[in-house]
């Protein structure tokens, strides 16, 4: 039974780890198996800081997704949480790294004041969208340039005629260059990208790849290591 006083679920709108391994190349290796490994640790890490936050999760993947156009599922997934009598939506990407439980909570409280918050993400896209019942409009919605680097700007747009917040501006992951960046930045600090580097080692050991250079750029050594910034 939903409680009253706080009628907030989350979504994890995702694809399959067979679907998402079609669309996307998390490492430069030209190895499925690999790349499927990548792809199941961040949506696992999306998973799991969600379920921290103690609010009710809806995973929804490709095989329960019901619609002919990216914008017709993501609207449905929503709809059907609304339906459930929930009052407010927060949808989390599956590809941020550095996602953590402090936004999602702040995006939890944010969902009270405003009716829309979004989370930016750094190449146009975002990578938390929390809507209310109130400033969901079916239409408008499904008519965003999803999975484009527009994201952003339209979900701005269609959130003029509603009160919305922006949180903190996180990093996601599209392809093998994303993942090379954003793991050489956050190695050190990381749990998601050290898990990500004993993946990858382990495969280049066992595969016996010669080219090391690439090895070495790609696990994100450097000379030198960062400080963890403060909100870790």
């Keep these: 039974m939903i409680n009253r006083l706080n009628k907030t679920?989350?979504?994890?709108?995702?694809?399959?780890?067979?679907?998402?391994?079609?669309?996307?190349?998390?490492?430069?290796?030209?190895?499925?198996?690999?790349?499927?490994?990548?792809?199941g640790l961040l949506i696992s890490h999306t998973?799991?800081?969600?379920?921290?936050?103690?609010?009710?999760?809806?995973?929804?993947?490709?095989?329960?997704?019901?619609?002919?156009?990216f914008g017709e599922r993501y609207?449905?997934?929503?709809?059907?949480?609304?339906?459930?009598?929930y009052d407010r939506v927060i949808s989390l990407?599956?590809?941020?790294?550095?996602l953590t439980k402090k936004d999602v909570i702040s995006a939890a409280d944010e969902i009270q004041k405003s009716d829309v918050v979004i989370g930016p993400a750094k190449d146009g896209g975002a990578y938390l969208i929390a809507l209310t019942s109130v400033s969901y409009k079916r239409d408008?919605?499904?008519?965003?340039?999803?999975?484009?680097?527009?994201?952003?700007?339209?979900?701005?747009?269609?959130s003029k005629n509603f009160s919305y917040t922006l949180i903190e501006t996180r990093e996601d992951i599209d392809d093998?260059?994303?993942?090379?960046?954003?793991?050489s930045k956050y190695f050190s600090y990381n749990d998601l990208c050290t898990k990500i580097f004993n993946i990858v080692k382990s495969f280049s050991n066992y595969s016996k790849v010669q080219n090391?250079?690439?090895?070495?750029?790609?696990?994100?050594?450097?000379?030198?290591?960062?400080?963890?910034p403060l909100y870790c």
């Design 9 to 39: 679920a989350l979504l994890i709108f995702t694809r399959s780890l067979s679907e998402e391994v079609k669309f996307k190349k998390f490492t430069p290796f030209d190895s499925r198996k690999l790349n499927k490994k990548v792809a």
């Design 140 to 158: 408008e919605f499904i008519n965003l340039r999803w999975n484009s680097e527009f994201v952003l700007y339209d979900l701005k747009k269609y």
């Design 176 to 183: 093998s260059s994303d993942l090379l960046k954003i793991c």
């Design 93 to 98: 990407g599956n590809d941020s790294p550095t």
């Design 212 to 228: 090391s250079n690439l090895i070495l750029q790609f696990l994100g050594f450097s000379s030198h290591l960062r400080a963890p």
């Design 47 to 69: 998973i799991q800081t969600a379920q921290k936050t103690n609010y009710p999760v809806f995973v929804i993947s490709s095989d329960q997704q019901i619609g002919n156009t």
């Design 75 to 85: 609207a449905n997934a929503f709809e059907n949480i609304f339906k459930m009598g």
